[in-house]
């Protein structure tokens, strides 16, 4: 037998980049807590500003953002114009920061919570669905602050949890999930556990909050604001398998900067999962053709070459299903 050579060190070559994500990491996360830290000795009506001032001006262009948002609206509106897009891009990164630090002071929040009007033609569905004991879908999206009408809803005596994507920070992600839950409710991660756990819950009377306007790569290609956009329909198929009220609900920012006005739509009509998560979007959209401030732009929503390379990927297997069909009706077979 041939004598063995010096192992290599590959385990060393691997670890590198990874330990040194995990620094980067560790120090933004300190980053981002001192930051909020300091923030929280500014009394709640000069930190909300302030915070939004400072991703307006200085994180938001420095990390791209804004020249994103810019982008995105420019897709959807081609005859906007530069300094409307750029308008609106700027209120898009004020209202982010200050939903950053709005979300950072649950108990702030919730206080003033009281105050909101709390409005809709929903939301005598939604306390008829309480009383019953009904799982309730509560459906919104990163339209104001969805935080403060989760916070509005607590106010009312409601319990919702909700699904989160994970930060890829693990750092950031651990305060990100205390904070969610400090609002009470349980939150799950997305991911086959986090929608088990989910499923568990509603099943079981529980109300719940999802955002229906994140890129999700397995989705449908559902017409949002004019463009085909790869949606989930996973609120819908809860919705109808264990007859949860859907309902949409946002919570919009007023002129003050610092209060909300939360509205509950009427429940979607239980169809089909495609037909129900459109009705979703269609009354998100609706939101934004008449706010588009408000909702974030930042996010990288439509895709257009993943939807693309799936509906290309769709016709192909509908293609090779029929092809098959054929050659087992045809009478050689």
């Given at each position: 037998m041939?004598e063995?050579?010096?192992?290599?060190?590959?385990s060393?070559v691997?670890?590198?980049?990874?330990?040194t994500?995990?620094?980067?990491?560790?120090?933004l996360d300190?980053?981002f807590?001192?930051l909020?830290?300091?923030?929280?000795?500014?009394?709640?009506?000069?930190?909300?500003?302030?915070l939004?001032?400072?991703?307006?001006?200085?994180l938001?262009?420095?990390a791209g953002?804004r020249?994103?948002?810019?982008?995105?609206?420019?897709?959807?509106?081609?005859?906007m114009?530069?300094p409307?897009?750029?308008?609106?891009?700027?209120?898009?990164?004020?209202?982010?920061?200050r939903?950053?630090?709005?979300?950072?002071?649950?108990?702030?929040?919730?206080s003033?919570?009281?105050?909101?009007?709390l409005?809709?033609?929903?939301?005598?569905?939604l306390?008829?669905a309480?009383?019953?004991?009904?799982?309730?879908?509560?459906i919104t999206?990163?339209?104001g602050?969805?935080?403060?009408?989760?916070?509005?809803l607590?106010?009312?005596?409601?319990?919702?949890?909700?699904?989160y994507r994970?930060?890829?920070?693990?750092?950031?992600?651990?305060h990100?999930?205390?904070?969610?839950q400090s609002?009470g409710?349980?939150?799950?991660?997305?991911?086959?556990?986090?929608?088990?756990?989910?499923?568990?819950?509603?099943?079981?009377g529980?109300?719940?909050?999802?955002?229906?306007?994140?890129?999700y790569?397995?989705?449908?290609?559902?017409d949002?604001?004019?463009?085909p956009?790869?949606t989930?329909l996973s609120?819908?198929?809860?919705?109808?398998?264990?007859?949860?009220?859907?309902?949409p609900f946002?919570a919009?920012?007023?002129?003050?900067?610092?209060?909300?006005e939360i509205?509950?739509?009427?429940?979607?009509?239980h169809?089909?999962?495609?037909?129900?998560?459109?009705?979703?979007?269609?009354?998100?959209?609706?939101?934004?053709?008449?706010?588009?401030?408000?909702?974030f732009?930042?996010h990288?929503?439509?895709?257009?070459?993943?939807?693309r390379?799936?509906?290309?990927?769709?016709?192909a297997?509908?293609?090779?299903s029929a092809?098959?069909?054929?050659?087992?009706?045809?009478?050689g077979?």
């Amino acid at each position: 037998m041939a004598e063995a050579g010096p192992r290599k060190p590959r385990s060393i070559v691997s670890r590198e980049p990874q330990q040194t994500r995990r620094w980067a990491d560790w120090l933004l996360d300190r980053a981002f807590r001192i930051l909020i830290w300091v923030s929280r000795l500014l009394p709640y009506r000069a930190r909300v500003p302030a915070l939004g001032a400072l991703v307006e001006h200085v994180l938001g262009p420095l990390a791209g953002y804004r020249r994103r948002a810019i982008h995105q609206l420019q897709f959807i509106w081609p005859n906007m114009s530069e300094p409307e897009a750029r308008r609106i891009a700027s209120a898009v990164l004020n209202n982010t920061g200050r939903t950053l630090i709005e979300n950072y002071d649950t108990q702030s929040l919730l206080s003033r919570a009281k105050d909101w009007p709390l409005h809709g033609t929903g939301l005598d569905a939604l306390d008829k669905a309480r009383a019953a004991g009904r799982p309730i879908l509560l459906i919104t999206g990163h339209f104001g602050n969805y935080e403060a009408g989760r916070a509005a809803l607590v106010r009312r005596g409601f319990e919702p949890g909700g699904l989160y994507r994970p930060l890829k920070n693990a750092y950031a992600n651990a305060h990100y999930v205390a904070t969610m839950q400090s609002f009470g409710g349980p939150v799950f991660p997305r991911g086959r556990d986090g929608l088990k756990n989910l499923v568990r819950f509603i099943r079981g009377g529980g109300q719940a909050v999802m955002l229906i306007d994140q890129f999700y790569q397995g989705g449908e290609a559902l017409d949002f604001l004019g463009q085909p956009a790869l949606t989930s329909l996973s609120a819908a198929e809860l919705a109808l398998k264990y007859d949860a009220l859907l309902v949409p609900f946002y919570a919009t920012r007023q002129a003050s900067g610092l209060d909300f006005e939360i509205e509950v739509e009427a429940p979607i009509p239980h169809t089909d999962p495609r037909t129900m998560t459109q009705a979703l979007t269609d009354s998100l959209a609706k939101r934004i053709k008449a706010q588009p401030e408000q909702w974030f732009w930042v996010h990288r929503r439509w895709k257009p070459d993943w939807v693309r390379g799936q509906r290309a990927r769709k016709a192909a297997r509908q293609a090779q299903s029929a092809a098959n069909a054929s050659d087992q009706q045809s009478p050689g077979n």
